[in-house]
């Protein structure tokens, strides 16, 4: 009887870690960019699963990460504006500000602002946050220009891509 109250409840435990691992087979970004019209300004919102962001960090520094501490988001910032940028009529990185990043049990989300640049003034986006990573992320980039909306994907095959 107790060997098999022990079988069940061990098959039980494998049945959950299998469940988990089945959980998460997909690892996706989604960036969405828009003008704030009460500012001028290009504003940037990117969300990234929480668990895909702490396993890269882990993995870099070999480390737990804190994001609620400012020294832990500094070391996501430098990530983050070194593999997402966007450029201008001229062929040059438009300069991104950090706003700040929320984070919960599902999501990071990031948030930056283009100052005083309409996204109609925008040509080229490079996205390859997570693809250096997880070969199978993909980034979704959903654009407003105007009243016409645009989206871009990019992965480890597709970095940067022009503006329609």
């Known amino acids: ?37 009460a500012t001028g300004s290009t504003e940037i919102v990117h969300t990234y699963m929480t668990h895909d962001v702490e396993a890269l960090l882990a993995n870099l520094y070999q480390r737990q990460f804190d994001l609620a501490e400012p020294d832990d988001e500094a070391v996501l910032r430098a990530y983050v504006e070194q593999r997402f940028a966007l450029e201008g009529a001229d062929g040059r990185r438009l300069p991104l500000q950090w706003v700040g990043v929320r984070v919960d049990t599902e ?40 009243a016409a909306s645009s989206t871009l994907t990019f992965g480890r095959e597709q970095r940067s891509a022009d503006l329609p």
Do not use: K, W
């Open 1 to 37: 009887m107790e060997a098999t109250r022990l079988r069940a409840a061990l098959a039980a435990t494998l049945l959950c870690a299998a469940l988990g691992a089945q959980a998460h087979r997909f690892h996706v970004g989604m960036t969405d960019i828009g003008l704030n019209p």
């Open 107 to 146: 999501r990071v989300m990031i948030y930056q602002e283009l100052a005083h640049v309409a996204p109609t003034e925008l040509r080229r986006i490079h996205d390859e946050v997570l693809t250096d990573f997880l070969p199978g992320q993909v980034n979704t980039v959903n654009i407003r220009r105007g």
